[in-house]
């Protein structure tokens, strides 16, 4: 058994060992295992059955962990994307009044989309027609709103009669917890604390525990319900109207997950040269999670950037994420405590504002001196928190950038397809569809 997984995973070729692989599995495990209370808290504010979200949840994270691990040898973990389904939930669902089902069969299709383009090379090209700019001001902008949601959820910021939002009241034990939740994730992941959200999630849990706001259930063990009620629930009937959100949801996937590959392969040493070796497949793991995770209940999958976890402790190979996808398969059965926990918002959402100021750290690589990609991609990450939809952010970035190119005379250095997308976008404004 040693040395099948050994000659299978490539150990020796990639300086590496069982041990090391073992070590990194784990804490990528750790790292991320806080998605599992994330996630489904995200989907139940849609109407969605919080143990249906859970399992499915698990499952597309095991499925994408298992294929990433065993064919295309990565140590990156692949798991619902936290930035696109606040953006499936709080803007789709709750901002434009679709039924979740609907959004999850919007999902489903771009899931379907984004499978069959990674087994061609058009994804490159699609990928490719969006300006690096324009990636960085989406990246940033979803950053941006994932972090407003957070600050929302855990009562740091309120609704305003006079300036729309507010600062919330820090007496309150919620925005209490929410503030304290921040500093502290925040100074354990700048002291270097493996798994720092985790642990900062726990000891929220203590002190909301302590202040009577959680209350741990009877049983901490035991299987989860709801799948039957998530499992294939796809309304493919408004997906003609959603278009625009399925166009919206296919590009952040492709792009976000290619260059989380790219940067944690570049961590890894994996890539030499420039080569990514095996990409095709590695985009395939990420396209396989997101098919089935959408159809059994949850949104799409992402490549996670805390994969660099487990490669910092040395991992090189697959089988890191096979050790990470086993050890989440377990966490099926702390079902209880997850749905106690995500009960109270303000122990998740230090996790989504944190994540979100991750995100927007993009930004700094943005070239400031060039006029037309600093005002189209300001354009695009602004506008997503502010008019609480990635869609219209998307939108204003590429019609701007399209506009800035052409009168700076620069229109032959656009890519065919943004100028498609520009002219479907503008159509969409003007209501012409």
């Given at each position: 058994m040693k040395n099948i997984l050994i000659n299978h995973f490539k150990?020796?070729?990639?300086?590496?060992?069982?041990?090391?692989?073992?070590?990194?599995?784990?804490?990528?495990?750790?790292?991320?295992?806080?998605?599992?209370?994330?996630?489904?808290?995200?989907?139940?504010?849609?109407?969605?059955?919080?143990?249906?979200?859970?399992?499915?949840?698990?499952?597309?994270?095991?499925i994408g962990c298992f294929y990433m691990g065993i064919i295309a040898n990565y140590p990156i973990v692949i798991a619902p994307g936290i930035g696109i389904n606040a953006y499936v939930v709080y803007t789709v669902v709750i901002g434009m009044g679709y039924s979740w089902q609907s959004a999850l069969g919007c999902c489903f299709v771009a899931a379907t989309v984004f499978l069959f383009l990674s087994m061609t090379s058009f994804r490159e090209q699609l990928i490719n027609s969006i300006p690096e700019c324009l990636k960085t001001g989406i990246t940033a902008g979803i950053g941006l709103f994932v972090t407003f949601i957070g600050l929302k959820s855990g009562g740091l910021v309120v609704a305003s009669s006079s300036t729309f939002v507010t600062m919330g009241d820090l007496t309150t034990p919620e925005a209490a917890i929410t503030a304290f939740g921040v500093i502290l994730c925040l100074a354990l992941s700048v002291a270097n604390v493996p798994a720092a959200m985790l642990v900062g999630m726990l000891i929220l849990t203590l002190i909301a525990f302590f202040l009577g706001l959680l209350q741990f259930p009877e049983l901490l063990f035991s299987l989860p319900t709801g799948i039957d009620s998530t499992m294939g629930a796809l309304d493919f009937s408004q997906v003609p109207a959603m278009m625009p959100i399925v166009v919206v949801i296919l590009l952040v996937t492709m792009f976000d997950t290619t260059g989380t590959m790219i940067g944690v392969g570049k961590q890894a040493k994996i890539i030499k040269e420039g080569v990514f070796p095996n990409l095709r497949s590695a985009?395939?793991?990420?396209?396989?999670?997101?098919?089935?995770?959408?159809?059994?209940?949850?949104?799409?999958?992402?490549?996670?950037?805390?994969?660099?976890?487990?490669?910092?402790?040395?991992?090189?190979?697959?089988?890191?994420?096979?050790?990470?996808?086993?050890?989440?398969?377990?966490?099926?059965f702390l079902f209880p405590l997850a749905q106690a926990i995500a009960a109270v918002p303000s122990i998740t959402a230090p996790v989504l504002i944190i994540a979100g100021?991750?995100?927007f750290s993009e930004i700094m690589s943005l070239d400031w001196m060039d006029k037309r990609a600093m005002f189209s991609s300001v354009m695009a990450c602004i506008m997503m928190p502010l008019t609480y939809s990635i869609t219209n952010g998307v939108a204003l970035g590429m019609i701007s950038y399209v506009v800035l190119s052409i009168v700076d005379g620069k229109r032959k250095e656009i890519h065919p397809l943004l100028y498609l997308f520009t002219v479907w976008f503008m159509l969409e404004f003007l209501k012409f569809f």
């Open positions: 150990i020796k070729e990639r300086n590496s060992s069982l041990k090391i692989e073992f070590l990194g599995g784990l804490l990528n495990f750790f790292t991320i295992m806080y998605i599992v209370v994330v996630n489904p808290s995200l989907f139940a504010q849609a109407g969605m059955d919080f143990g249906g979200v859970f399992i499915a949840t698990i499952l597309a994270i095991v985009l395939m793991a990420d396209a396989f999670a997101s098919f089935f995770g959408t159809f059994f209940g949850t949104g799409p999958c992402s490549s996670f950037a805390e994969s660099s976890a487990g490669v910092l402790a040395g991992a090189r190979t697959g089988l890191a994420a096979v050790i990470s996808g086993v050890l989440f398969i377990f966490l099926i100021i991750q995100m």
